[in-house]
Nanobody, 128 residues
């Protein structure tokens, strides 16, 4: 069973930058969306970025808009999350997820139930 593989997490001071990558290979079904979710200890999982492949539309949550950018390299089935001006509240485990459902395209942002394939996660820690 194919799973996405994340990389690029780490520890940075406030105001720093990181670039996360996610490679999705070996999928036997059509991918409609790839997304980034994050979850901090004791908090609910939050969908922060999404790309809908049918029209290349993107979504960024209000909490990261203006600081994060989501992009893709279709040729390499790779999703990126460029994170600038990082803040301590961005500290979380970041997960890449793949959806084979057209329902992943939601103006409210990515919803976990519509993503059936998840990576192991990569930790992002921002120190104050």
């Amino acid at each position: 069973r194919a799973v996405p593989v994340e990389s690029g997490g780490g520890s940075v001071p406030t105001g720093g930058s990181l670039r996360l990558s996610c490679v999705a290979s070996g999928y036997t079904y059509k991918i409609f969306c790839m997304a980034w979710f994050r979850q901090a200890p004791g908090e609910e999982r939050e969908g922060v970025a999404n790309i809908y492949y049918s029209d290349n539309s993107t979504f960024l949550s209000d909490s990261v808009k203006g600081r994060f950018t989501v992009s893709q390299d279709n040729a390499k089935n790779t999703l990126f999350l460029q994170m600038n001006s990082l803040q301590p509240e961005d500290t979380a485990m970041y997960y890449c997820a793949v959806s084979g459902s057209v329902r992943c395209h939601d103006p409210r942002g990515p919803r976990s139930p519509y993503f059936g394939s998840w990576g192991q996660g990569t930790q992002v820690t921002v120190s104050s």
